[in-house]
């Protein structure tokens, strides 16, 4: 019987160790607990109850900078007007495993829930299939008081044809009005225009934007600076976000007659 | 038939040494001959593994196995390792190969036992590894679709840096290996060390790993 536990204990130890064993930086072996994240935290967005005005952070491009995400954790943490955040993406610099991880590790310590976009170099060696599984699909959307967030791929540069990058099929059925929502908001990692989108597309991407129900804005990372651009002129604002790095983020508020911003650095 | 017995007779008078002459030559250049291939088995032979080894982790693959060499009084040692990674949550799985070179400063006889078997300790190694994983979505030169110095890390390639120890037991009465050696080390790569450099809370524990090996030293 001692013997047994004996066992039990050892088994217990080695497989506890597994994590200590690293077959390679790019192997896609993830726990449980690193799966399908963005699933579990539209759910507790979904749960939360909130009045007309609600406020929500935009930031992104976290890759490398570790001591300034955690310095953002603790800040959002401090507050408690903040009923979700949006990462925009490139979670990592490399596609390495460990990248990701290293910021999931910090990002669960967050009070609110969070939901995280692709960036281009989170497709990077075998990073498309770490943030499959860790995150979920590339093209997700969720609603939150009656506001559509449609969360796009449009790192075109990264894939061929065979994946299209933006899915319009995507937008046109998520643009479809529902009765859950009346105002959209759009996210992106990569702005149309950069040389990582597919700009032989982006006066149609344009247009089937404009489509959607009431547009408030659109949202990007990827270019590392804040910045608002009318791209199109046609009254449409991109908001950028500075990358972690410059210790700062957006914070949105959104009222039932029409939204506020404001650079937030911590 | 005369004109050829006659000059027979006058060739051996001539020549009367010629066969013999002849087979000595012969003999000198098959001399000459088996010495060149001898230096040439020789030559070869010094490629022949002095080992092979097994380990498991490392940032090499699931499971790595090769063969290697070793020179300058066995305190130098270079592996060359073929991996396999499965695919795991991902979509395929890949092989990786691995140039491995190690240093052995040190090695401590632990026991005596002159009709049985001795027990040796390398208290400490470090080695430094290329490692090549192969796949598709991996390269070493980022793809000419991308504009000049937008992606400057080779994905396909990691430089490792190892530090271990190892634990090595000799046979008197060897049957496949003379020395069977069982070692452990902690790894990292040139990435991860980029990024604790960047990144105070990034701990040792953070970006070094475990990895398991054995050797079965042959020659």
């Known amino acids: 019987m001692i013997k047994r536990d004996l066992y039990l204990i050892l088994l217990t130890i080695i497989l506890h160790a597994c994590d200590v064993f690293e077959y390679h930086p790019y192997d896609t072996k993830l726990g449980n607990e690193y799966e399908n994240i963005n699933k579990r935290e539209i759910e507790k967005i979904k749960n939360k109850s909130s009045s007309g005005t609600f406020k929500f952070a935009f930031m ?105 990058v933006p899915d319009f099929d995507f937008m046109l059925e998520e643009i479809k009005p529902t009765d859950d929502y009346d105002r959209t908001i759009f996210v992106m990692h990569v702005p149309p225009g950069d040389i990582e989108f597919n700009n032989n597309v982006k006066m149609t991407f344009a247009y089937q934007i404009k489509q959607s129900q009431n547009l408030l804005f659109c949202l990007h990372a990827h270019t590392h600076t804040f910045a608002i651009n009318d791209y199109f002129d046609d009254g449409t604002l991109y908001y950028g976000c500075d990358s972690m790095q410059k210790r700062s983020y957006l914070l949105f508020t959104v009222t039932p007659e029409g939204y506020d911003y404001e650079l937030v650095h911590f | 038939m005369l004109k050829f017995v006659l000059g027979i007779i006058i060739f051996v008078l001539c020549f009367p040494n010629s066969s013999h002459a002849q087979s000595d030559s012969i003999n000198e250049v098959t001399l000459k001959y088996e010495h060149r291939i001898e230096k040439y088995k020789k030559r070869w032979s010094n490629i022949i593994p002095d080992y092979t080894k097994i380990q498991f982790a490392g940032g090499m693959g699931l499971l790595s196995a090769g063969i290697g060499w070793d020179y300058g009084n066995k305190h130098w040692e270079t592996d060359l390792l073929l991996g396999f990674l499965p695919k795991f949550s991902g979509d395929e799985a890949h092989a990786t190969i691995t140039l491995k070179e190690n240093y052995i400063p040190w090695k401590v006889t632990l026991s005596h036992e002159a009709d049985f078997s001795q027990w040796m300790l390398e208290p400490f190694t470090v080695s430094l590894y290329f490692n090549k994983i192969f796949g598709d979505t991996f390269w070493q030169k980022p793809p000419k679709k991308y504009p000049k110095g937008y992606y400057y890390a080779a994905t396909n390639l990691r ?30 790569n040139d990435l991860y060390i980029m990024c604790a450099v960047q990144n105070k809370t990034l701990k040792l524990h953070d970006i070094f790993s475990l990895s398991l090996g054995i050797k079965f030293q042959i020659l």
């Open chain 2, 159 to 188: 430089i490792n840096l190892a530090f271990g120890q190892r634990i090595n037991l000799h046979f008197k009465n060897p049957r496949f290996s003379n020395t069977m050696c069982v070692f452990y080390e902690v790894c990292t």
């Open chain 1, 60 to 164: 992104g491009d976290t890759q490398r900078f570790y001591d300034e995400t955690e310095k953002f954790i603790d800040h959002i943490n401090g507050r408690s007007d903040i009923d979700f955040i949006i990462h925009g993406g490139d979670v990592s610099d490399f596609g390495l495993k460990k990248e990701f991880i290293w910021l999931e590790d910090r990002m669960k310590r967050l009070k609110i829930p969070y939901v995280t976009l692709c960036g281009n170099h989170d497709v990077l060696g075998s990073g498309i299939e770490i943030y499959s599984t860790m995150y979920g699909p590339l093209n997700f959307s969720f609603v939150y008081n009656r506001v559509k967030f449609i969360c796009l791929n449009t790192n075109a540069l990264e894939f061929d044809y065979s994946t299209p």
